[in-house]
């Protein structure tokens, strides 16, 4: 059985392939699995209606032939379009065994295209271009094989500027990292896997599983769960909005420390205090702390953020704590640190600690190493990292997050999580980020970031 979470590149791809093959199985046979995997979830989407494969020149290609041959034998009408020969063994006898004759264009039900999988070293060609092109305009359905042709599977960048948004994908053997990836994961449709008989890879990324989250014991009480502080700013509300996500993230106790009357929003149950400084030094019950919301981008919001993380305690920096972070000030540290950028706070944090690693897999995967904390590369492919052991991707979530105030939702999960104090701190993000995913799955279209935190709760009680 292939191990189902793991997200592999071309290259670790590969060599999962040749130690298989070194082990005994042949390309055939491999292919024969590929092939046949891939047929059986064709056989079902095609359900007797007509089905095109596009075949290209490599070992995808040879996929294509495997799928046509199986589901001819099943009855199913069906032809090949083979603009390229086919240039390996593998592939030739493929054909062969297929034994038909290519067809210059066709019209059908279903498109399966295996073109080019994880061997694609450039854009398409004009001519393959448009071929892809017009055939998916000739069909109702479109799957891809392995891969959509046309994507580079390591990065998730789309070759050509326009490619066909499809049905379902396949991946054979593994999920390469394309899958997981945007822009590419946005034309993958649904997305499933055919066992093949890849072993787990060493080092490779891997898919977060979804999460159990703590229950509190018989003899809890608000302090045992965890107290979180989280510290306001110039902006009052995402501080508000930050503790409110995070009471129902699993926290016992969120205090929030603000010098603001009349902070907009607050529930009753939610504990409003001053100046952190005595406490957060002193008060042992604190296990966790939240800082950036709304903090401002002052003299005073840096000197806040320097006096916060000298306290050495689990801690959570987002939003304006991101822009102003420096390396001095980690220096000293050795408690738990969550950092949760976008895009554009990464940028800031990349700069800061002078990572200039163009890839983001790399760069994130390098950040954490620096920061020697859990780094949440927030976007449509979240990913989470942590110094020495493999990132992980976060599943998809609904696109409707794209609005103000989810990231302080966020923020407020995953440092309730860290106060919880029951799991590493890089498993405390990935559950503040399922929870986040899942609140958002419940709120429905166009919800706004209060309306996410009305469904944490039940959110919640899907991870129990
Ligand atoms: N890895 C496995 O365990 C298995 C993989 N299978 C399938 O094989 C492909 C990878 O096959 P490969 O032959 O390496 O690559 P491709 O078929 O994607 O194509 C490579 C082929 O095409 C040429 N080429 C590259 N880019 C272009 C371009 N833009 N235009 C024209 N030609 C191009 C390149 O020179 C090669 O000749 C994998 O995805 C699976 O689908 C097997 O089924 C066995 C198990
Ligand atoms: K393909």
Redesign the pocket.
Known sequence: MDAPNQILTAAQ??A??ERLIADGTS?TE??ER??RGAADWVFRVAAGRKVTVLC????????GYVIARVLAERGVPVEVVAPRAP??DVAKEARKRWGGEPVVTARGAVLVDCL??????????GD?HRLLIELSYAHNHWIA???PSGIDADSGELLNDVLPVYSLTLA??AWKLAHWMMPAQAIMGDLRLVD?G?EPEEGAAGLSERPTLFVPERDAHKYARGLLAVIGGAMPGAGVLASRAAMHGGAGYVKLYSDHDGLPGVPPDLVVAGDPMPALATDPRIAAVLIGPGLGRSEEARSVLSWVLACDLPTVCDADALVLLEPEMLEDRSAPLVLTPHAGELDAIGNAFASSEPDRLEQVTELAEAIEGVLVAKGPDTIVAAPGRPPVFMPPAPSWLSTAGTGDVLAGLIASQLAVGETSAFQAAQNGCWLHREAALRAGPAFSASGLVAQLPAAYGAFL
Do not use: K
């Open positions: 791809m590969r999962g392939e390309v491999l292919m590929a092939g290209g020149p490599g070992n995808n290609g040879g996929d240039t390996t080019f999988g994880t061997g694609l070293s450039r854009p398409l060609s393959l094989v392995d891969l054979l053997g093949i890849v």
